[in-house]
């Protein structure tokens, strides 16, 4: 006697984060059919075929240096914003590498399965890209020329403060900039760049 088989039920992919210390938390969920949310009091669900625009980028601040954000928007005009970070407390944030990654990726792997057109981006939008990378070389000049300046009255302790506030400035705004080139990618190829690097 053959014993009928039992059916495989797949545990649903979901991901949460607090946007802010004071800020509802905001909970996702990956239906057979969309992506199920809820912020507080409002919820909804952007079925996959809705979504027509999709984009990755590096967001750090202040208290964590090392963020990512998803970002994705429907044809009702629907925007969702998912973070790879979340506030703990009014001064301690935690990085959620890890399950932002896995929720990211089967975001993109359902996307990929549905007959629908979405545009893939990576980076910052070109129309705020270019004029910040205008802003930092034209920063990066100033603070060298002032270095130089600096030097040439002799005065070495303004120099070393002025040229350490330089290595700063370009190691983060240069790390900043290199991260949030615009581009397109793939679904099946997410950019590393703009995804936390898991050990």
């Known amino acids: 006697m053959i014993e009928p088989r039992a059916e495989v039920v797949e545990r ?3 991901y949460a984060y607090r946007p802010s210390a004071w800020g509802a938390l905001r909970e ?18 952007v079925p996959y075929r809705d979504i027509r625009h999709l984009r990755m980028s590096y967001r750090p601040t202040s208290m964590q240096s090392h963020r990512f954000i998803t970002e994705l928007w429907a044809k009702d005009a629907t925007k969702l914003q998912i973070a790879s970070t979340s ?3 009014m001064t301690e944030q935690q990085r959620l590498d890890q399950p932002y990654s896995a929720f990211v990726r089967e975001l993109h792997r359902r ?22 990378l205008l802003v930092f070389v034209a920063v990066g000049l100033g603070l060298a020329a002032l270095v130089v300046r600096a030097l040439q009255f002799a005065t070495y302790g303004g120099a070393a403060l002025v040229s350490a506030f330089l290595v700063l ?19 099946n190829e997410l950019p590393k760049d703009v995804m936390p690097q898991l050990r």
């Open 12 to 14: 649903p992919v979901t």
């Open 28 to 45: 996702f969920s990956l239906s057979d059919d969309g992506i199920d949310w809820v912020a507080g009091v409002r919820s909804g669900c």
């Open 87 to 89: 506030w703990k407390s």
């Open 111 to 132: 996307i990929a399965a549905t007959p629908t057109r979405v545009r893939f981006e990576r980076g910052s939008s070109p129309l705020l890209y270019w004029p910040s």
């Open 169 to 187: 400035f370009l190691w983060q705004g240069g790390n900043f900039i290199q991260r949030n080139r615009p581009g397109v990618y793939s679904a």
